[in-house]
């Protein structure tokens, strides 16, 4: 399985940005997606994911804010993020679980993509 996330990139805050995840090897939406984050200096923290079943859920700390979401035909997830706040400054992560079942835990996913840097400037 192989993941690729695009999509990051600088805007300023209030801005919006879409993130990819193409993946190769496994029909995604058989698995659960997720959506991790990393900032300088501070351990990765999870922000969405989407089941097989489609139900998604994300973070607190960007509720009303990011959505989740994939595409069946294009083996393509996606995370749309709104309303960004320098807070959100990361390097973002996919992840495709290793069942159907979704998890807020890093250990419930198998494959990861290599991240996209995402910077909001103030």
């Known amino acids: 399985v192989q993941l690729q996330a695009s999509g990051g990139g600088l805007v300023q805050a209030g801005g919006s940005l879409r993130l990819s995840c193409a993946a190769s090897?496994?029909?995604?939406?058989?698995?659960?997606l997720g959506w991790f984050r990393q900032a300088l200096g501070k351990e990765r923290e999870f922000v969405a994911y989407?089941?097989?079943?489609?139900?998604?859920y994300v973070a607190d700390s960007v509720k009303g804010r990011f959505t989740i979401s994939r595409d069946r035909a294009k083996n393509t997830g996606y995370l749309q993020m709104n309303s960004l706040k320098p807070e959100d400054t990361a390097v973002y992560y996919c992840a495709s679980g290793r069942r159907g079942f979704a998890s807020t835990r890093e250990s419930e996913y198998g494959s990861w993509g290599q991240g996209t840097q995402v910077t909001v400037s103030s």
């Open positions: 989407a089941n097989a079943g489609g139900a998604t």
């Open positions: 090897g496994r029909t995604l939406t058989s698995y659960a």
